[in-house]
């Protein structure tokens, strides 16, 4: 059912508005106020404070017990704005250059019209989640009693993607974005003058050992088919200088993989190389993982779910439902962790409408797809509470 011209201009005006005051993180007083204020003036009941600064609108309908969940993410990135827009951020090295004041709009217009038609019967849970992009903030919510507290049967997330034309939808079921793990790997040798490197142990050779062996991971400890996976070096940190060689060596990186399998046999390899090498060359080593974002994974019913809804709204020849996986990450993969559900894309444009890639200081929403996300939401929300 398409939205109302007034809503939809209400839309583009809050997105406008959450635009041009970006937060960061959890701290987010002015973004969770007006999204919750908002919910509240639809006739929403509406919790606040959920993982430090989540929120959650909650509209009954009907007797049915079925329930859903909605969620949108709400903050902002410390990137200083290069637009010139009159909703240019007004907050100094801060900025939404990943489109979640598009999100949060889109599913603050759905929360307004479903709560005008009520045509639906159950229950649906309007999530809005701080700290998406640190990777900290689903589980935050998760961990704060969110499924607990709020009967949710299956959730469901939806991101912009510039590249992907305006009208357009894309998912897959199973693996749609990659894993992020960051790992830290501190090889100490015994430095000296460069003059004589017999004396002691160089860690730049040891560490530069590393690195090129690390790159046998994916080509030697993962199936070329089946395990699509990335790890880079992206730091090479010393205590060196001009005629020292360093008797410390930092490196650094990350790795994108789709399964836990994959991620393990990651963790173990380059482990395991670090181990050798440093052995080899009678240097010691501390070593460090950390995994900040799971797989996003969707479950197949749920994509069935999403992608009829999609074909509603978009047309079935404008939703591709069987895309590739993205080796980007994403946190709501915690809530898919512990419910059934989804996660989509939806195309933001393409050229200089919208194209412009995300985490970039020239980046923009494109308020054109307003209407069809929240379109989205709503039509997904009827079909499986009707």
């Given at each position: 059912m398409p939205l109302d011209m007034p809503l939809i201009k209400d839309m583009t005006a809050w997105r406008q508005h959450l635009h041009r005051h970006p937060e960061c993180g959890f701290d987010l007083p002015l973004t969770s106020d007006f999204i919750a204020e908002k919910l509240e003036s639809f006739g929403i009941e509406t919790v606040r404070g959920i993982g430090q600064s989540g929120i959650v609108g909650i509209l009954r309908n009907g007797s049915s017990d079925r329930s859903i969940g909605l969620r949108a993410d709400m903050d902002a990135l410390f990137i200083t704005e290069e637009n010139t827009t009159p909703y240019r951020s007004a907050h100094d090295g801060k900025m939404h250059a990943c489109g979640h004041d598009g999100h949060s709009a889109m599913l603050l217009g759905a929360a307004a019209h479903l709560a005008k038609t009520r045509n639906f019967d159950g229950t649906v849970h309007f999530i809005f989640q701080p700290d998406e992009e640190h990777g900290a903030g689903a589980q935050a919510m998760i961990d704060d009693g969110l499924f607990e507290r709020f009967a949710v049967d299956e959730v469901y997330g939806l991101h912009n993607m510039p590249g992907l034309a305006e009208g357009t939808f894309t998912v897959r079921p199973g693996s749609l974005m990659a894993s992020e793990s960051s790992f830290e790997i501190r090889i100490k040798g015994i430095g000296g003058h460069a003059a004589m490197p017999h004396r002691g142990v160089d860690p730049i050779v040891v560490g530069s050992q590393i690195i090129m062996a690390l790159q046998t991971i994916t080509s030697r400890n993962l199936s070329a088919v089946e395990e699509t996976a990335v790890v880079s070096a992206t730091e090479f940190i010393t205590n060196g200088t001009v005629?020292?060689?360093?008797?410390?060596?930092?490196?650094?990186?990350?790795?994108?993989?789709?399964?836990?399998?994959?991620?393990?046999?990651?963790?173990?390899?380059?482990?395991?190389?670090?181990?050798?090498?440093?052995?080899?060359?009678?240097?010691?080593?501390?070593?460090?993982?950390?995994?900040?974002?799971?797989?996003?994974?969707?479950?197949?019913?749920?994509?069935?779910?999403?992608?009829?809804?999609?074909?509603?709204?978009?047309?079935?020849?404008?939703?591709?439902?069987?895309?590739?996986?993205?080796?980007?990450?994403?946190?709501?993969?915690?809530?898919?962790?512990?419910?059934?559900?989804?996660?989509?894309?939806?195309?933001?444009?393409?050229?200089?409408?919208?194209?412009?890639?995300?985490?970039?200081?020239?980046?923009d929403f494109n308020d054109r797809i307003l209407s069809k996300g929240a379109e989205y939401w709503v039509q997904l929300a009827e079909d499986i509470l009707g």
């Open positions: 005629n020292v060689i360093p008797s410390e060596v930092t490196i650094k990186g990350d790795c994108r993989c789709f399964t836990d399998a994959s991620l393990n046999k990651i963790k173990t390899a380059m482990e395991r190389i670090v181990a050798g090498t440093c052995q080899a060359a009678g240097a010691s080593y501390e070593f460090s993982f950390k995994n900040t974002f799971h797989s996003t994974i969707n479950n197949p019913d749920q994509t069935t779910k999403a992608i009829k809804a999609a074909q509603a709204v978009f047309g079935a020849e404008n939703v591709v439902p069987d895309c590739v996986p993205l080796t980007i990450s994403e946190d709501f993969s915690s809530m898919l962790r512990v419910k059934p559900g989804c996660y989509a894309l939806i195309g933001n444009g393409t050229g200089t409408v919208g194209g412009c890639a995300l985490h970039n200081p020239k980046y």
